[in-house]
């Protein structure tokens, strides 16, 4: 069964400070992987794309790699307006359905 | 070039009462989808489109219908709203195939007493 699981569910970090959060997921041959960011009573928006292992994309403050397993977004030196839940889907190449983690909310501290 | 728009934003319903929540994109984009989004369960798939003319279930399709009204209008109906059906709805869409990424509307959050 396809199945994408994030962590931590929430983190705090004080502005400056660099981390990463971790989407692990099963999937029986993936198409994609994508990162989401969702603000309060809003919803998610594109963030990055990644389809194959040791692919990496990067977006100002964040960088998205992927390998077999797993897919890491990593934040450095955040910033308060990066405080958001980051979402984690998959798609599988068998059909056209995606599958979405619960979400790491993040806090950043100034 | 608005992207994603659902109506309404906010709606109550009583138990057993209908509606439908509508969605509309302006991408051209071939494949559209419904969620909710509770608490705690992420985003789950109730219905999608993978193209216009054809309807498929997703995870959570129990209580719900839907209609692909053309290319751009992709729409959810509640027949007999139950409180379990109190949830946040984001419609989205993406290219043919969905092979890319989904772009998400503003959301509908319902209330079924």
């Known amino acids: 069964e396809d199945q994408v699981t994030q962590s931590p569910e929430a983190l705090r970090l004080q502005e400056g400070e660099s981390s990463s959060l971790n989407c692990s997921y099963t999937v029986s041959g993936l198409r994609g992987l994508f990162w989401y960011r969702q603000d309060p009573g809003k919803g998610p928006e594109f963030l990055f794309t990644?389809?194959?292992a040791g692919e990496e994309k990067e977006k100002e403050r964040l960088k998205a790699t992927l390998t077999k397993k797993e897919s890491f977004l990593h934040i450095t030196a955040p910033k308060p307006e990066d405080s958001a839940t980051y979402l984690c889907?998959?798609?599988?190449?068998?059909?056209?359905?995606?599958?979405f983690g619960t979400g790491t909310s993040l806090t950043v501290i100034p | 070039n608005a992207g994603v728009t659902q109506t309404p934003k906010f709606q109550v319903l009583k138990t057993g009462q209908s509606m439908t929540l509508q969605c509309a994109q302006d991408?051209?984009?071939?494949?559209m989808y419904w969620y909710r989004q509770d608490p705690g369960m992420g985003l789950r798939l109730i219905y999608y489109?993978?193209?216009?003319?054809?309807?498929d279930k997703g995870e959570v399709p129990n209580g719900y219908n839907v209609s692909r009204l053309n290319k751009r209008e992709f729409s959810l109906r509640l027949e007999s709203a139950a409180p379990s059906q109190t949830s946040v709805y984001f419609c989205?869409?993406?290219?043919?195939?969905?092979?890319?990424?989904?772009?998400f509307g503003p959301g509908t959050r319902l209330t079924v007493t």
């Open positions: 989205a869409s993406s290219e043919l195939g969905g092979s890319l990424e989904q772009y």
């Open positions: 990644l389809y194959s």
């Open positions: 489109s993978a193209s216009e003319g054809t309807t």
């Open positions: 991408m051209n984009h071939n494949s």
């Open positions: 889907a998959v798609q599988a190449n068998t059909g056209n359905q995606f599958y």
